[in-house]
């Protein structure tokens, strides 16, 4: 992983590098920033290489963002973006459609070699992440990818789906055993932001799969959200996910686990972390807290997993071992 802060700079000169050697020669963009506000200028990036793309990270302070023909021509990107906005919000413009903001925890999608114009919205500047995945790792070709001007991603179906694929992805993004998973995300995303945009059909074989994966991945994280609940069961999943019970469990086939089992395993997971966590917890507390059914079934199960009882594992970190 490249990361980089203009920390590692001197101040007077901060905007300028990022201008020139982070800006235009990383991203292919021109930046623009008044010199009297170049001086408290801040910005750092981490840019991770996963699936056959690219996932950046960026904060920094509000300036202007510019990628012109020129810009374009000097450095052709060639790609899919995947904008996910993180911080106060941003504007995009001078495209050949109109004018559009995009708020906190909404999502954008274009091609690289389009101009346009970006700059944050309010004093909080930047903060976004951006999924660069080029055109010849994407299965589908087709002219149409090479039109697609920055546009929010604003299908209610789709949304909550990529927002799943995207978490999951920046989750493991620094899990070098989990390529196949990571390629299989990245693809994932491509193809629903191709679906959004009319590109890729939903009923094709690639939609299809795009579906599939974007809904398990959905599925395991509602699981994650609702361990907790001693209801917690496929019915429930399936009602959330808004599929059948069947569905679901044809999308866990897809998975190394079914169902039952990753419920089991997130729930040992997070007993696990509240055993090292919090010392002072009764067993049977954390147990009941992870929604386990008895402190008999819990021993049982934390056994067959590890080896060992609870309060085994809780003494043995605890030594340091």
């Known amino acids: 992983m490249l ?16 201008r020139e050697v982070r800006a235009k020669g990383l991203f292919g963009v021109t930046a623009e920033l008044a010199r009297e506000r170049r001086a408290d200028f801040f910005g750092e990036f981490s840019l991770r290489k996963l699936g056959g793309a690219g996932l950046v990270e960026l904060k920094a302070s509000p300036y202007a963002v510019e990628r012109s023909a020129s810009d374009i021509a000097y450095a052709p990107g060639e790609a899919i973006c995947v904008y996910q906005q993180l911080g106060s919000g941003g504007w995009f413009g001078g495209m050949r459609t109109s004018d559009f903001a995009i708020a906190n925890g909404s999502f954008a999608t274009s091609h690289t070699d389009l101009p346009y114009r970006t700059a ?57 055993t989990a390529s196949a998973v990571q390629a299989s995300l990245v693809q994932a995303l ?28 959905q599925a395991q994280r509602l699981i994650a959200r609702h361990l907790q609940d001693p209801n917690l069961a496929p019915a429930m999943v399936a009602d959330l996910l808004g599929v059948s019970v069947r569905h679901l469990h044809m999308l ?6 079914s169902f039952s089992q990753t419920v089991t395993d997130e729930r040992l997971k997070q007993s ?12 049977a507390d954390i147990a009941s807290s992870c929604g386990f059914e008895s402190l008999a079934t819990y021993y049982r199960v934390f056994n067959a997993a ?15 071992r």
């Open 3 to 18: 990361h980089w802060c203009t920390d590692e700079v001197d101040p007077k000169d901060r905007f300028d590098y990022w």
């Open 120 to 176: 944050p919205l309010g004093t909080g500047g930047f903060h976004l992440r951006i999924l660069k995945i080029p055109v010849s790792h994407i299965p589908v070709q087709d002219k149409r990818m090479g039109e697609l001007a920055p546009r929010t991603f604003n299908d209610p179906a789709l949304v909550p789906l990529l927002a799943a694929c995207f978490a999951d992805l920046n989750e493991i993004a620094t899990d070098d």
């Open 190 to 217: 491509a193809h629903l932001a191709l679906i959004e945009r009319g590109v890729v059909r939903p009923g094709s074989r690639r939609g299809q799969q795009a579906l599939r994966t974007a809904r398990l991945s």
């Open 252 to 257: 866990f086939e897809m998975a190394e686990k």
């Open 272 to 283: 696990r972390r509240l055993l090292r966590e919090a010392p002072e917890r009764l067993i």
């Open 306 to 320: 590890y080896g060992m009882a609870p309060g085994d594992f809780r003494a043995k970190g605890s030594d340091g």
